[in-house]
């Protein structure tokens, strides 16, 4: 396979990752993680009061939002707040980063308590969702433990890891971690959410110019488990600093 | 493997699939689908005014918009209408069937034309966004069929066929064409669309309970496999009756 | 008189009418009614927790909700979810079917619960409104007898049968129960509600080329009367299937 | 009959009517009606834009939106511009409001221009919309005046005049024109809009405690023509003053 | 300085000023107030359910929703209850309005109840935001004196008086109370709210043609300070009639 | 005065100030701006499509949006996007934005383009608003200097520096830029906007605990006016940079 991709990496590579913690002061954890220019600020905040639906069961709740400043993009997006409401994309990344993150979460150990965790972009070059759910989980352990710090928790809330990157087929070559020129051009993208044991939490594959078959679906998982075994090995360095 | 499925089916057995054609008479294609008590109308409906933002680029669009009767449920779900809103789960299934559908359509030969599918579920009972991309698909044809019928278009804008199904593993076991009472308790959900030729389109996994491993990924995408074979040819079958 | 309906039907004859019930597993009550071209499916659910202004006078409420499939018409509709709010005329017909049934139900005999009356057009040739009250009165009758069933009523709650037909004038001529090709030429358009003893419960009219006359709105209210008298009785047949 | 009112009045006695023309100095038209302690402010707005769906027919639209301040009422009423949108019975009286005055106006004479009547009840005592009909059809005569004056119309777009009123039967007595008190308490109430031939434009009646008979029915139409015709009177006298 | 204002007031000069108190009879308290031609219908509102952030501390709270009908002004503008939203100008005024008469309320001596202020303008020349505030004070007297006859508060939860009034730059020269053909043309537009104590509570100034200067500034104070003790006057006088 | 400001700076002192230009890559301006602990990204897009009521008239607009992420504030605050709509606070700061941006530009120079700066709170502690303003200039002339270099304008749209600053009394002691701690306790906040030529371009003043007299707001004049002669200042700096 001769193809290049515009950034040169090769065909397994994840872009340069930073994973910065405390970036804001009022929230109980707050990261600012690029995969390369791809930058997404994930605070998580934790209240007391739950939604109706769950009170009374002696379990807790995660959930996301997600939203995007307007000149995060090329060209400027109608910020959501003055369009009235949220998005159909807006509404689905939001419901993947929730749904990924309440798979580390042992719902009981938490208690009557609600996580949310905001994922903001400030940068958009391609995969701001897989970043969001990268980053959130580091802002997520924290919060946890300084809730830990603060409150008598029998048991530790967080169970396992849990990271995410994009894969797709680009000009007939399957990669890993695609920039905005490449998820452009491609002709087929898939995101996968994954935890430390290799477990598949999520897979969300569209073909976009052609449909795609096993054997390249094969490929994507392959390159997306080197990823993200890699992603959670940067979450545990950044953790550890303390 | 000694598990038994609720409804009594075999793992690999898809519930009973009627496509009922011509179920309403303004829409140039109305079709009723049931997957076993799970019943959706899918219309299919031309209109010449192109969205701004395509007008003059000489291709049409395909488009879907999904909704639930209140009593289509258990329980009665409030009107989104009357909320105001549609919902995240509603929006993401409407731009999953309009996803599906526009991978069979050549938007050059449509022409400067929209195609809207609307998917109405007048009874639930588990999968009816596969339900809705395979009843879709052959409310689609039929449409198109009428618009060749009345236009000199150039070509057939309908390439290859598409239909759904979901899969998932209940109590371990890797089943095909999930009800309620399964979906509601199983470990790991599935959807996916592929084509007539057996390229995948989309695949949207997540883990309702645990982490899924490869080897399930892989059951479950035979299963998938197995199962849009069948349909296709349901869908075959009835649009041969004319 | 010489004028002869685009049906081919008598001035004084009802479309074909059909009460189809138990047509959806979910709902209390649930009736797919059609007059003719239009069909409409009636749900009637039951539920016990009472609007926050009722709570604690020991009565029911009785309401209903009104929908159109976006195809259910000769071109399509917008979907009222998609523009955020339902409109003037939708909000006019809910209003009048929950109006007319609450005057066939003795709220203190219900109790505190709410019967919600769905009515969503699956097809539209006309008289939408009254096909949805005469078919939700059938729903609503199954709905509270399996209540009945289930709970200790003291007496019930259904005092009487509540029916409805439109009423027009067509190129001079009063005629019973119009069809869109009639809605949309008439000179005048009245939708009648009567209960089984002859007793008017609505009477919207409305002067569509120029204004009537006291005769021949009499002429109007005698067509009524006798097609009321006739969809009561196929009520009571429809009823009687058990 | 010995029923006695709690105003006092003979059954078939109007409230003190006054119309109040020149009432704001900016609209067209600008009219304060008073139905006894009913007041509305009518006015009557000329416009060059037409609707999209209107435009290039060579004729007009008239069109009428209604308001209630939030203490024209004995408990304050929540302002519908901070609820976020119009309710049911706002949408469903100005839509009565607009045809009922639609039918008094030749719109090819009218020309390619948009009325709207602005009804807005600075205070409520029953019989807000046959007032605010009342009022409105003045604030339009003196609005097409000064359209006729400015532009060069071929001939006049006004044809008769439009007036309307309530009744009902109160303790079994037919009463005109129904302050709160009577509403409050009455078993059925008519809002009847007819124009100065005698003709009907609108009937709209509801039985509130019972079902009501075709005699009370035409006892009810007997006072609503009586009291249209002196209404039609009123309004004339107030045209006259010039 | 000889230039002249528009309508041949001195620079210093108020319009003609009328509050008219108990306009109409629903509400606690209800002043009319005119600015000249500039007309606002000023309603207090005293009620018992507090909002929940507030409820068990003890004190209650003012607000104030400001509205303007559709043809206050020169051309139509769109009323707020159609375009589902109140506009930036409208939530700036009615947050103004309430903050300036918080600042006469002792909210402890008021308890736990909501006052709202509905200011609504029925005719604009100018300056309907200064005189809302003005008439709005005396509306909260006559409701607060009707709720001291009532109930035993106490002491009176009025502190001192409110009134405001607009200063400008027209053509270089300060003036006092803009009407609408000043306002339009001004350089400098300030609006001043005091008590009478000649206690400053709120300055809003915003150039409009070119930035003004401390003396520029100085001058439009002293121009408010002796208008506002003009209006405190006169709202004395007003709430003397009894 | 003896009184110490929380934060140990002089009556007169502002807080650190940092201007990072070029912040993010996509924006013709993009700054982050920091007051201390109050961090605002602002952005500056041009755009060539006019709103519909500037067209052909041969002159720009500058507008501006605000927004707060949820966890800029100690506690989470609900996202506006979610709510549907944005609240009054932050219409009301992105109206003062806009003016005050307006009034260094001319709009003939700028040509039929429109600027939209977007102001978003990374981080809040007091004085958002202000520290916006004054960021928000610089991005405007990094873009406006980016249009210059790619489009031939006849002359230099920027005319003149825009800063602003808060100031307050605080425990009897006039103090400028107040932070958080400052705002939450004082008795009057007043935001003042200038140009580099010492003319005043708005003041807001609102009297928090009690009135306020000429004396202090003389007082505070004085601060403002100190405090924007430094802040133009660190703008020029910061623009030389390159």
Known sequence: MTVSRPSGRASDQLRTISIERHYTRHAEGSVLVAFGDTRVLCTASIEDRMPLWLRGKGEGWVTAEYGMLPRATATRTQREATRGSQGGRTMEIQ????????????????????????????????????????????????????????ENLRRNPIIGAVAAVSVGVYQGMPVLDLDYAEDAHCDTDMNVVMND??????????????????????????????????????????????
């Open 95 to 150: 419901r993947l980063i929730g749904r990924s993150l309440r798979a580390c979460v042992d719902r009981q150990a938490l208690g009557e308590r609600v996580v949310t965790l905001d994922c903001d972009v400030i940068q958009a070059d391609g995969g701001t969702r897989t970043a969001a759910i990268t980053g959130a989980y580091v802002a997520l352990v924290d919060a946890v433990n300084s809730l830990m710090k603060r």
């Open 197 to 242: 044991g290799g477990g598949i939490i999520e897979v969300q594959g569209t073909a976009e110019g052609h449909a795609f078959r096993r054997s390249e679906m094969d490929a994507m998982l392959d390159l997306a488990e080197k990823g993200i075994t890699e992603l959670v090995g940067l979450q545990r360095a950044a953790l550890e600093l303390g």
